[in-house]
């Protein structure tokens, strides 16, 4: 994946030497930049003529990583627990993993400690990138669980709007699990519709029939 952070042009007599600028310039280890070559340096005649190496500089995937888990280490102080995590990038997407003990208060009622948490990330994540990245926290396996009880609901919800309605809204979600509902059905249900309302944190999805939007 290649994530562009604040990336710069730099200049030198060579392309070592336009990189040492960037490392300089942007205050992190060589292993946190990449670059690419915008000019190669060019030796002139009698010094006339002379180009210097030319590069693009940007804080990549490793920088990323470890700032992302220095900001994770420091929320984490803040529960009791001894918590293991792991941090991967699935193409524009970032998968956050917590495995330990006391993960009960990482998840919190209903699920809203880890939502926020996952938010917050997100938030983070997004301001070092110009790149939209996708953030996914899952603690103890909490996500897989969660969207095994998401398709339950709609599955039974379905079952309810053949037999009453033409549309039925589900009570309100986080957006990831909005964004659960729509691809289920989509990918299950292609004869219905979804639709996200309201506002957060009461935000939820109705699903309808295709004929009550055309009635709409």
Do not use: C, W
């Amino acid at each position: 994946m290649n994530i562009k952070i604040r990336e710069k042009d730099f200049e030198g007599k060579s392309i070592d030497a336009a990189f040492e600028e960037a490392v300089k310039f942007f205050g992190v280890t060589p292993e946190e930049i990449n670059f690419e070559v915008i000019q190669q340096p060019k030796k002139g005649f009698l010094g006339i003529g002379n180009k210097p190496a030319i590069i693009n500089a940007f804080l990549n995937e490793k920088y990323m990583i470890n700032r992302l888990n220095e900001f994770l280490g420091d929320i984490l102080e803040n529960f009791d627990g001894d918590f293991d995590y792991s941090i991967n990038f699935q193409g524009k997407n970032i998968l956050v993993r917590l495995e330990g003990d006391g993960l009960g208060k990482l998840i919190g009622k209903y699920g809203r400690t880890i939502g926020a948490m996952q938010h917050i990330l997100s938030i983070f994540v997004n301001r070092l990138s110009s790149t939209k990245i996708d953030v996914n926290l899952d603690v103890g396996e909490y996500r897989r669980k969660k969207k095994e009880k998401i398709y339950e609901i709609v599955d039974n919800a379905v079952k309810r709007l053949n037999e009453t309605n033409d549309k039925i809204e589900l009570a309100p979600m986080f957006s990831y699990e909005r964004r659960i509902v729509h691809e289920y059905v989509r990918s299950k249900y292609p004869h219905l519709e979804t639709e996200s309302i309201g506002l957060e944190p009461y935000r939820k999805v109705i699903i309808k029939s295709v004929k009550s939007k055309i009635k709409a």
